[in-house]
């Protein structure tokens, strides 16, 4: 027989009470485990508190009211240094025609070429401002606005390399920038695929820039005594029109320094009086020999002879998009 059927009271008692035991068991769990998941929330807070109160200033209503006033005063100072570097933003970049632009290209070669002349300074006979791929063709009507700019740019480098009367510019060189390649600004180059059989390294993430200014980059040799190239060089950190961020820079001079050593073993010719008019006193060719070959040790460590300048140019064209965020 059947217990279940026979007892049926006790045994809907027993099974309801397994039901309920089963419930209770169930919901012990879920709370236990939300009872952890709230000792873990209050512990990150804990640890959260604990930082911030190790912060300089802490975080308190008095704190935040001078933070804010901080930030509102750098972001003041960012404004104002925004303003003056997109003082040398020009006032239009718009494009021009390509007729207009090789006119301007060809007006603006004859010009430097005319002031070199005039300083008897010499620059290569088949340079055109860096421009030469342009001799025989056009550029592309959408680059126009920012080669004009850079055109300009270049023309005022030159005419002050004439004024600072360098005696020459060997080479000049121009990278050609996006938009000649019909490409935008922030084109990234295409990556590169990993060659078979070796391991493929996992770059580091770049850190994120802001859109402060486009480069446009340029390279130019010079020659000249040492106070041209020191003009030339001083009027491009001065420019009051161009802003150009000069990368790299180096000097070399071309007469040999000389050693202590082979001053000490230096010799002075000794100059034979003269039979017939003696010589003058006071006058010892010994000193003045000694005084001219002082004078060219020093023209050699000075920086007296001519040298050469290799400069890496950045012509700078800053973006006036960039907003800094308001502090209410």
């Known amino acids: 027989m059947n217990w279940f059927k026979e007892n049926k009271f006790l045994g809907g008692l027993l099974a309801v009470t397994a039901l309920i035991a089963g419930l209770l068991v169930f919901l012990g769990f879920k709370t236990a485990a939300s009872r952890d998941l709230v000792a873990d929330d209050v512990a990150a807070q804990n640890d959260n508190m604990t930082e911030m109160k190790a912060l300089d200033p802490y975080p308190t209503i008095e704190s935040v009211a001078e933070k804010k006033a901080n930030l509102k005063e750098v972001v003041a100072k960012a404004e104002a240094m925004q303003a003056k570097f997109l003082a040398f933003r020009p006032e239009s ?112 993430p770049a850190a994120p820039t802001l859109p402060i200014a486009k480069r446009l980059p340029m390279d130019l040799t010079i020659q000249g005594s040492e106070e041209s190239v020191r003009k030339a060089i001083e009027a491009i950190a001065n420019s009051q029109k161009f802003f150009f961020e000069t990368r790299i820079g180096r000097i070399k001079n071309y007469a040999p320094v000389p050693s202590s050593q082979g001053i000490k073993r230096a010799k002075i010719e000794e100059v034979e009086p003269d039979d017939d008019f003696g010589v003058v006193e006071g006058d010892d060719p010994a000193e003045e020999a000694a005084s001219t070959f002082a004078t060219q040790i020093l023209q050699r460590v000075a920086g007296g002879n001519d040298v050469s300048a290799y400069i890496r140019l950045d012509l700078l064209l800053f973006d006036e998009s960039l907003k800094f965020p308001a502090i209410k």
């Open 93 to 204: 970049l718009e494009n021009i025609t390509v007729s207009t632009f090789s006119d301007r290209l060809k007006q603006a070669d004859t010009s430097v070429r005319a002031a070199f002349d005039e300083k008897d300074a010499d620059m290569p006979n088949d340079a055109y401002l860096g421009f030469e791929q342009y001799k025989g063709s056009l550029p592309k009507d959408s680059a126009t606005g920012i080669l004009a700019y850079e055109l300009s740019a270049i023309e005022w480098l030159f005419t002050e390399l004439a004024n600072a009367e360098v005696s020459k510019v060997v080479n000049f060189n121009r990278s050609v920038l996006p938009p000649e390649e019909g490409k935008k600004w922030d084109e990234k180059p295409p990556r590169r695929r990993a060659t078979k059989g070796k391991s493929k390294r996992r770059s580091a």
